[in-house]
């Protein structure tokens, strides 16, 4: 029994303790649970499981919050800055950019400026120095125009030059011992002394041998006196042109120089014959038709010879069956004449178109309208190989309020290409009361050109 007791004491011994042992482990799982248990708790709410008292708790997770606060805010602060200047340096890299790009234009401008400047200057330099060449041309070529001018003074030009202080001084000595008269009578007076100064200075030049003036046609040549002066210069000027076969024809001189080489088939016309036909029967005499033509005598139409037929019929301006002959030493009494133009004649004889090989003119004082006529229709240019005639100025006759514009056509026919090879002039009167001019020009038609 104490066996028994004590075997079955050694296995609830046993027993007892393996059941401790089990409730032990038991005991310590479930300890070892709720710890593990409790500090997840702890973990996940520090406030009511970090085994401190309440009040501590609460203040440590209060200054937790705020420090975490406070660094949420310092990291938000931070990465706004950051945010910040990378905005800032993202507004400010295209500023950079428009900066430079704006400096590099305006140095590109400032260079492109300073080129044009230079440029500009060199023009300015250029234009500068051509301008002073051309005014030192200028000046060089009115230097020597003035000095031509000089060497070459046109006879009005001359003549005024010498008598203008002498003008001067006369008009006022006048002026002061013609007191009462009108002021017309003192410019009459004025005006005759100058006619007469000026032609007495005409006279002394054309007599001392002076060289033959390049008389040109002035334009305010207005006062008859002067534009005598220079038709009177223009007559007594040497011949232009040396014909070396002269030939006289009557009492005339015919050129026969190749190419106005008089020879048949020719036709002449000859106006102004006052009974001598010595110059019309010379001309017949080698072959050529010959017309004469003269209203004043006392003869009718009719044929002279097998080559002068006389035509009593004048040449004029106009043509006209009542023309009033002007009295002179040739017309005594009054006279109604028959006249017609150049052109007219020509038609009328079957001439029309034809070259007149001489034209001969010696019509006392009415040449000037003749010749006026011919220049007018081109006549003298393209139909007459050479043109003979007289000139007169008369005392009384063609007026001297035109002589300016007979003064024109004497230039006139020059330009039509009309030269002297032969010239004689008559005993003339320079005295403006009594201013008579007269004499023979004898032409050869340089620019001939026949239709």
């Known amino acids: 029994m104490a066996r028994l ?4 004491t050694g296995r609830n011994t046993v027993a007892l303790l393996a059941s401790i042992l089990f409730v032990n482990g038991a005991m310590l799982f479930a300890v070892n649970k709720y710890f593990t248990s409790t500090s997840q708790l702890m973990c996940t709410c520090p406030e009511q499981y970090s085994g401190e008292p309440p009040n501590d708790t ?5 200054k937790q919050k705020e420090e975490t606060g406070r660094q949420k805010l310092q990291g938000e602060q931070a990465e706004e800055k950051v945010t910040q200047n990378s ?32 440029d500009e200057l060199q023009i300015q330099k250029v234009k500068l120095e051509r301008e002073c060449q051309a005014t030192v041309q200028q000046a060089l070529a009115e230097q020597k125009k003035t000095e031509q001018q000089r060497m070459e003074r046109p006879l009005q030009a001359r003549l005024n030059h010498q008598i ?3 003008i001067r001084l006369l008009q006022k000595w006048w002026g002061l011992r013609v007191k009462e008269n009108s002021l017309v009578e003192n410019a009459t007076l004025l005006e005759s002394l100058q006619r007469s100064l000026f032609l007495s200075q005409y006279w002394t030049y054309f007599e001392s041998g002076q060289p033959p003036l390049d008389v040109t046609p002035p334009s305010d040549v207005t006062e008859w006196w002067k534009a005598a002066a220079m ?12 014909c070396q076969h002269r030939q006289p024809m009557g009492n005339w001189m015919v050129c026969m120089d190749p190419p106005y ?9 000859s106006f102004g014959i006052a009974f001598d036909f010595s110059f019309d029967d010379a001309m017949g005499a080698i072959g050529c038709e010959v017309h004469s033509f003269d209203p004043s005598m006392k003869t009718e139409d009719h044929k002279r010879n097998d080559n002068v037929t006389f035509h009593k019929l004048g040449l004029s301006g106009v043509t006209s069956s009542n023309f009033t002959a002007r009295r002179d030493s040739y017309v005594k009494g009054k006279q109604i004449w028959t006249v017609k133009t150049l052109d007219v004649i020509m038609k009328d004889l079957g001439h029309e178109g034809r070259t007149l090989d001489v034209l001969k003119i010696d019509v006392e004082g009415h040449e000037w309208a003749v010749v006026d006529d011919l220049l007018k229709k081109n006549i ?5 190989r050479q043109f003979m005639l ?50 023979d020009d004898r032409f050869v038609n340089t620019k001939f050109t026949p239709r």
């Open 164 to 166: 203008w202080e002498q």
């Open 231 to 242: 038709i009177d210069w223009l007559m007594e000027a040497p011949a232009k042109i040396k």
């Open 380 to 384: 003298l240019t393209s139909q007459i």
């Open 261 to 269: 080489t008089v020879k048949p088939p020719c036709l002449v016309y």
């Open 87 to 118: 905005e800032q340096q993202l507004l400010q890299q295209p500023l950079e950019g428009q900066q430079q790009l704006f400096e590099k234009q305006r140095q590109t401008l400032e260079q492109e400026h300073q080129i044009k400047l230079q």
């Open 5 to 8: 007791c004590s075997a079955g």
């Open 390 to 439: 007289e000139w007169h100025l008369f005392p009384d006759w063609p007026s001297k309020d035109g002589y300016s514009g007979l003064y024109d056509i004497y230039r006139r026919l020059k330009e039509a290409g009309f030269t002297e090879y032969s010239k004689h002039a008559h005993p003339r009167n320079l005295n403006p009361d009594k201013f008579n001019l007269q004499a």
């Open 58 to 62: 609460i203040k440590k997770s209060e």
